[in-house]
C-alpha cells in the first residue's frame, strides 16, 4: 500500500494518497509496526501539504518525527527530512 500512496502522491491524486496512508497508519499503529507506522504518517503529511493544508502538515510532521526518534535505526527520520523537504513545508 505504501508504494502506491507515494504513486498517487507524485501523480496528484493527493486525497487518493492521504486516505490510503491515513488507513495504513491506522493499521500499523496498534500491531506495532512502528517503522511502517512512521512511514505512513509521513506520506500523510506529505499529502496534506500538496493539498495546502500546510498547518496540519507541520503539526503531523512533528508527531511523526517524535514516533521517529524512538526507533532504533534512523530511516524514519531521513524520510521524514526527505518529505518535508520535497513539499516545502
Known amino acids: 500500500m505504501h508504494i502506491a500512496a507515494w504513486a498517487h502522491l507524485t501523480a496528484g491524486r493527493t486525497e487518493l494518497a492521504a486516505g490510503l496512508s491515513s488507513a ?3 493499521r500499523a499503529a496498534p500491531a ?9 504518517r509521513t506520506l ?3 499529502a496534506l501539504a500538496a493539498m495546502g493544508r500546510t498547518r496540519e502538515a507541520e503539526e503531523g510532521f512533528a508527531t ?15 524520510r521524514i527530512q526527505q518529505a518535508a523537504g520535497a513539499v516545502d513545508v
Open 24 to 26: 495504513e497508519a491506522a
Open 64 to 78: 511523526v518525527a517524535a514516533l521517529a526518534s524512538l526507533l532504533p535505526c534512523p530511516v524514519g527520520r531521513w
Open 44 to 46: 500523510h503529511d506529505a
Open 32 to 40: 506495532g509496526e512502528h517503522l511502517t507506522e512512521t512511514a505512513a
